[in-house]
């Protein structure tokens, strides 16, 4: 796909930009961020985030674009393997039971079985995952790698592709990050909108938010 059909792909809600998780899904799918390190990338992303954002409003045109693509043609590739996942996380009862049951309550009554980009860095703000360690640019760039290409949602199994990246990229076994996401089952249950404010929200305006006391 040339760069103006995959920009307008996501850019739908007619304002002719796109937010930078969008951006991030954009330049995966143009398979820009095929063998790079996420945090590599996001790094990239990020300095060349700053200087395109003339409207300080968080979005990009299509004029942007290439400058992002052509920023992460200059990263050089850095392998990252994920953490392995334990053959008994998904038995009956264990930890896994736990994931799934918070990754489903992060699903919407359209895609109940589908977790979208917004709720997946919604997850790893309040999970604790994100913070200086690991930015949520980074875990834009999981998110992106981690879905079927030209969607915005992940099924269960590729959620949990992305935790063993994400625990790579944390330096902790897969099971810190599963058992901090695992907490969120005491959270309130899904909703029946797709969440429109959290779909367009900018990851790096949401750093700030993100929690103090990260797992370890």
Do not use: W
Request: charged letters at 25%.
């Amino acid at each position: 796909a040339s760069l103006r059909e995959a920009f307008s792909h996501y850019a739908r809600d007619g304002s002719g930009s796109v937010n930078k998780g969008e951006l991030v899904c954009i330049l995966s799918d143009l398979g820009a961020l095929d063998g790079l390190h996420p945090a590599d990338a996001a790094a990239a992303l990020d300095a060349a985030y700053r200087p395109s954002d003339d409207s300080r409003d968080g979005g990009v045109d299509v004029a942007a674009l290439e400058s992002f693509v052509t920023a992460v043609s200059r990263v050089p590739p850095r392998a990252c393997p994920p953490r392995e996942i334990s053959p008994d996380f998904h038995a009956p009862g264990s930890l896994g039971a736990s994931v799934r049951d918070a990754f489903l309550r992060q699903c919407t009554e359209k895609h109940p079985e589908e977790m979208t980009s917004a709720r997946f860095l919604r997850v790893a703000r309040t999970s604790g995952l994100v913070d200086d360690r690991l930015s949520l640019t980074v875990a834009a760039v999981v998110f992106a790698e981690a879905r079927v290409p030209k969607t915005n949602r992940v099924a269960y199994d590729r959620f949990v592709a992305a935790l063993a990246a994400i625990a790579a990229l944390r330096d902790v076994p897969f099971r810190t990050v599963a058992a901090a996401v695992a907490a969120q089952t005491k959270r309130p249950n899904r909703t029946s909108g797709e969440g429109t404010s959290d779909e367009h929200a900018n990851p790096r305006r949401d750093e700030s938010t993100a929690p103090t006391n990260p797992p370890r």
